[in-house]
């Protein structure tokens, strides 16, 4: 039997007259990555915060490690959230005065006893073993953000919880954090992401998207395999982008709640990648139709916060949704009614359709 580090029933959470959370049933197995997905107000933060103590339910059920919150005192709340949850925030909230060895110290300080040796070793596994002595200050974003990352694990925590954890870190960085990520996931620790980013979300096992405090699917116009079926033909065609032209690592790829092998078998089968020594790369096939999902999204993206003005959050989910719905000639109609653009609002380049021919594209 499989065994639930989080576990709620109805779970519900006002003030006064709004709801922000609203009798959700929720299950997170031991070792899964869970990304937390949803616009600005469904919920996302209210979740996080009840998950991690911060918070209570004003109705409802939460277990953690089978333990009912609701028997625990304020103390013994405090005590399970310092010894049982490790946190990683967008803003980091590392001590300006303190080296990077220091502050991860200090959460073993308040946990148990502090032993420079051990903390040593956590920056060592994120690769920030050469900048111990280094204050917040004299490290980049994504450095700092691997601090927070070693002084989340440095007290072996049942539940790892991060809230934007790669919101203000260049693709460069993000890159960096996510694959320490990867590496926390195949070691089984269970990871909750609350994200807006939706690269960043589909690394995950298993995406959970919000809407005004219920839990939603992320795409219900698609069937979960030829939603992710799109997702894996993206991710390969923006891998190739970067420079991989061999291909991907299978094992670098989402597992989608154990649907990666059968798909990958299936689009093996259709002509459109091509498996071999692990690697799984696009074929000639494949890559036309990677570009044109990608073309798809980008053009998505321009519609939505080049025209519409959304913000960059709210407009890159809602071109992950939008992209789905578009049909070859709809997007060659936004295409053209965008007057053929060569990047996205990310300055990404969008592939060309037919429908450019000779049209002048403009930035």
Known sequence: MEKCVIETKGLTKRYGSVTPLDRMDLRIREGEWVSVMGPSGSGKTTLLNILSFLDVPTEGEYRLAGVDVSTLSEKERVVARREKIGLIFQQFHLIPYL???????????????????????MLEMVGLGHRAGHLPSQL????????????????DPVLILADEPTGSLDQENEGVVMDLFK???????????????????????????????HMV????TLGAEEQ???ELLE??????????REGAADGALPPFGGLTQPLLHRMEQEGLVAVSGGRVALTETGAEAARERVRRHRLAEALFMGVLDQGP?????????????????????????????KTCPHGKPIPPGRCCGNASRES
Not at 100 to 119: K, T
């Open 140 to 155: 980049s974003g994504g450095e700092q953000q691997r601090v927070c990352i070693a002084r989340a694990l440095i007290n």
């Open 235 to 244: 991710l390969l065609e923006k891998n190739q982008e970067a420079g991989g």
């Open 183 to 213: 590496k926390l996931h195949a070691r089984g620790h269970t990871l909750v992401v609350v994200t807006h980013d939706v690269d960043v979300g589909r690394m995950a096992e298993r995406r959970i998207v919000l809407s005004h405090g």
């Open 217 to 220: 699917s992320p795409h219900p």
């Open 313 to 341: 959050n709210q407009g890159q989910e809602a071109a992950c949704q939008f992209e789905h719905l578009l049909s070859p000639s709809m997007a060659d109609g936004i295409c053209a009614f965008l007057r053929h653009p």
């Open 99 to 121: 080296t990077a060895l220091e502050n991860v110290m200090l959460a073993q300080y308040y946990h148990s006893l502090s032993d420079a040796g051990e903390a040593g070793a």
């Open 228 to 230: 992710y079926t799109d």
